[in-house]
């Protein structure tokens, strides 16, 4: 992959650029990360706002059609969770120069709208409008519900939510319903200044445009505005004293198991690189435990999988299965688990997994995107790493340490969404 | 063995196309400065192939039958093509959709190995009795997931709406009851007849060179005996078969699809037609449309609203759907809006807005080799080259998509599907 430079443009706040000509499409990443505590709700919907309008284009339907005239350039709106961190993201994406049907430059103007969006937004007597907010809140709230209709989401958010209601990471990142519903143009504004001043933030910039020219344009922005970044931690629970079950019934044909794991980390600095093999051993990929036995050896499900959340030290395994058959993939989970911590796995097994980790790192360099995503998500750790350096780490990884990291796993909770009779079961 | 090469010179882009000694077509692009290639080995068969011509009478198979057969053919006597991937490191996969069947992977390293393994199990059927039944639980398993995600059934009720005959209203998958039905044998009769090399296509993308791809073909490919196999157009009536349909399911949004059917007399769209028909849709409904920024003041749609010109072999439809608290009336919205663009036409300013927007997403497609690989398919499939799409894009007027509006998007055509919150649950 390309080489990254990295400069700081404030306090808590630095740029990353890749250089690279060999892509047809430029793109920018801004990432801002707050505490996942305080007015979770007005963070969420502050992306949205600002990508509605900003002074230049106040309008929605004049941004979008500045958007169309720059060859369809593509402008999104996220709120994301990364451990005990709300990150808040906006990015665009533009053809490069070269395609433009008549000259000027599509990218360099792309990214000037974007620092536009973010930096001077639509204000009426400094303020937002409530119209806008009245619509954004109705379309957070909408996007929230919408997000849960889809069960396997629902289970997984709220397996989450039981196993850590005492914690942080258990809310949801949108806020709560009630809390999206009482916003207000006030506490939209404040958190925007708030986000402005406190968020730890991270410009990625990956393309053939002039970094010098996007590097100034960042630093007068940042111009005035006092910085001081706030200080993001993340609680973690080294063991599960015990396994808490809960169960839900909707009138759905498919029930939906969730587990959810402590993996033996009492800080961020506690992860190693033998957590994650562990679990694409375990769950990941198609030479997995929980593939090939849950579904390939029992028939008991479409899917079976696990994933490792590494920075809040969690694990999460989830399946869509029959309800009937709860007990029976419940069992067969922990066995395979059971055999991970005693060394039951092959050789080849462990080899599979490294060489699939490492052809998914390969493959961040092939997408602008996806380069963006890589530096975005390192913006709360001391030193940038390549995927080539992770790679390295991977391939350092032994078969008694991914035993070892097996045998940290302690079951936290379990949430089984059930089907009920008028929903399922025929058949 | 003839190698054509096709050039674009404002994209610089080309790629190779082959047709084998096998009987297959094989289509190339080489992207030297990428890590990745892409690899797509696919058949022209997929849900709506609902029977098999023999001696031009067409036979029914059951309902799910190309999906089924896809998972199947993972597996071999001996080792499983998964565990032949595990070995290299690739991302493996296959789906099936309306009218194909596709078997892919995505790799950096040991290229030719992974080739050799695609071709070669593709190539190699091996169904049981037992090892079907086995099959029969997992993917019983698939229809149930896809019968609670609202989004699927939405489209299916419409289709279902909007079609008398034709199988694209049937479930990709089948039932639980149709997939009951398949055998070892009804799996050989088909894999017979779709997976002739002469029905199929080989497209790879990415880092890959052509030496690569051929010294493999070369190697593995089992020269072919038979013909591509012939599909059935099934002319349907214009009118559809309800004008609304509702589901009720545990959700908390309401969803909607609003579908207009196109009275089609040839089996398949040109590929003006379609660029026409999306240029029609975004100026109509797109983000800078002034029906989506009314609808979304207005409270009737959120920003997950979007529209899709779906088409294939004996089908196309216009689709404007998403979440909406009063689907009635959003549809009505939308209806209303259609007829005025039917009557006054598309102005040259909301055209030439809308066309910019689509050839730079054109563009854009070009950075993903899986993309491009997934392109070079569609294209063949549709009999067109690869570039026409942006060559078109680049050469339209106006007065073409006011041609094609006039065709299009007839009310007394469409049909709407609602999905509403089952109440007090």
């Given amino acids: 992959m390309n080489e990254v430079k990295q400069v700081r443009i404030a306090e808590g706040a630095d740029v990353c650029f890749v250089t690279a000509n060999r892509f047809k499409t430029g793109k920018a990443h801004i990432t801002m990360a707050m505490p996942l505590d305080g007015d979770i709700a007005a963070k969420a919907v502050l992306p949205f706002i600002l990508r509605r309008s900003c002074r230049k284009y106040p309008d929605f339907t004049s941004l979008n059609g500045y958007l169309d005239e720059l060859y369809g350039a593509t402008l999104q709106a996220g709120v994301e969770k990364l451990g005990e961190a709300q990150l808040i993201k906006m990015s665009v994406g533009a053809i490069d ?178 957590m994650t093999v562990m679990s694409d051993i375990f769950g990941g990929g198609i030479y997995s435990k929980l593939f090939l036995n849950v579904r390939e050896k029992m028939s008991l499900c479409y899917y079976c999988s696990s994933r490792l959340i590494r920075e809040k030290g969690i694990m999460i395994v989830q399946s869509g299965i029959e309800t009937k058959n709860e007990e029976k993939a419940r069992n067969a989970i922990l066995e395979q688990l059971d055999a991970m911590k005693s060394g039951d796995f092959k050789e080849e097994t462990l080899k599979a997994s490294l060489l699939s980790l490492n052809e998914t790192l390969r493959a961040y360099g092939d997408s602008p995107d996806d380069i963006c995503a890589w530096y975005s998500a390192q913006l709360l750790d001391e030193k940038l790493k390549t995927p080539e350096e992770r790679a390295a780490e991977f391939n350092a990884v032994t078969f008694d340490e991914v035993a070892d990291a097996a045998r940290k796993i302690t079951l936290d909770t379990v949430f089984m969404l059930t089907g009920t009779e008028a929903g399922g079961n025929e058949g | 063995m003839k190698v054509n090469t096709i050039k674009n010179e404002k994209l610089g882009e080309s790629y190779y196309e082959i047709k084998h000694p096998s009987g297959l077509t094989i289509l190339v692009m080489c992207k030297p400065d990428y890590a990745c290639t892409h690899a797509v080995f696919a058949t022209k068969y997929g849900s709506i192939d609902t029977k098999i011509e023999e001696n031009g009478v067409y036979r029914e198979i059951p309902n799910g039958t190309a999906h089924f057969l896809e998972h199947k053919l993972f597996e071999s006597e001996d080792i499983d093509a998964f565990e032949r991937f595990a070995k290299t490191g690739a991302e493996a996969n296959a789906f099936t959709s309306f009218d194909r069947t596709a078997y892919i992977f995505t790799c950096s390293d040991n290229f030719r190995q992974n080739l050799e393994i695609l071709l070669d199990f593709v190539q190699s059927p091996y169904f049981t009795e037992e090892t079907v039944k086995k099959e029969q639980g997992i993917i019983g398993q698939e229809i149930r997931m896809y019968k609670d995600v609202a989004g699927w059934e939405v489209m299916f009720n419409l289709l279902g709406a909007l079609y008398h005959e034709h199988p694209v209203k049937v479930d990709i998958a089948g039932t639980v009851e149709s997939i009951a039905e398949i055998t070892a044998e009804t799996l050989y009769g088909c894999y017979r007849n779709f997976y002739d090399l002469n029905n199929m296509l080989l497209a790879v993308a990415g880092s890959a060179t052509l030496e690569d791809v051929l010294e493999v073909a070369d190697r593995v490919l089992k020269k072919a005996g038979g013909k591509p196999a012939n599909r059935e157009f099934i002319r349907e009536p214009a009118t559809p078969v309800c ?125 993903d080799v899986e993309e491009i690989a997934q392109n070079l398919v569609d294209a063949y499939l549709n009999g067109d080259g690869l570039f026409e799409e942006i060559e078109i894009c680049a050469g339209l007027t106006v007065d073409d998509v006011n041609e094609n509006l006039k065709e299009v998007l007839c009310d007394d055509n469409s049909a709407l599907s609602v999905i509403m919150p089952l109440k007090g649950e």
């Fill in chain 1, 97 to 274: 120069d070269r395609f433009a049907l008549d000259g000027g430059s599509v990218a360099e103007a792309a990214v000037g709208l974007l620092f536009d969006l973010f930096f001077d937004p639509k204000l009426e007597n400094g303020m937002f409008t409530k119209a806008d907010v009245d619509i954004e809140k109705r379309l957070l709230a909408e996007r929230m519900m919408s997000e849960l209709d889809d069960k396997r989401i629902y289970a997984q958010q709220k397996c989450v939510e039981l196993m850590c209601g005492e914690e942080a990471f258990g809310k949801n990142r949108y806020g709560t319903l009630a809390e999206i519903e009482s916003l207000t143009p006030e506490r939209v504004y404040d958190a925007w200044q708030s986000v402005l001043k406190t968020a730890v933030i991270r410009i990625v910039a990956v393309g053939s445009s002039d970094t010098a020219e996007i590097e100034k344009m960042l630093v007068d922005r940042f111009t005035g505005i006092e910085r001081s970044p706030s200080k993001i931690t993340t609680k973690f629970i080294k063991k599960a004293e015990k396994v808490n079950y809960f169960s839900e019934e909707q009138p759905v044909k498919q029930g939906k198991l969730v587990m959810g794991f402590r993996t033996g980390m009492g800080a961020k600095e506690d992860y190693t690189s033998a």
């Fill in chain 2, 243 to 367: 004008r609304y349909i509702e589901e009720k399911l545990p959700v908390n949004v309401p969803r909607f699809m609003l579908g207009f059917k196109e009275d089609i007399k040839t089996p398949e769209r040109s590929l003006k037609e379609t660029v026409c028909v999306e240029i029609i849709h975004d100026v109509i409904a797109g983000k800078s449309s002034p029906l989506y920024k009314r609808m979304l003041e207005e409270g009737l749609i959120n920003t997950g609203f979007s529209n899709e010109y779906f088409t294939g072999f004996g089908f196309a439809c216009s689709f404007f759907g998403g979440d909406s608290n009063n689907p009635g009336k959003a549809a009505e919205e939308i209806r209303a809006e259609v007829q005025k663009f039917k009557q006054r036409g598309i102005g040259e300013k909301e055209f030439e807005r809308a066309r910019r927007k689509l050839y730079g997403r054109l563009v854009m497609m070009y950075d």
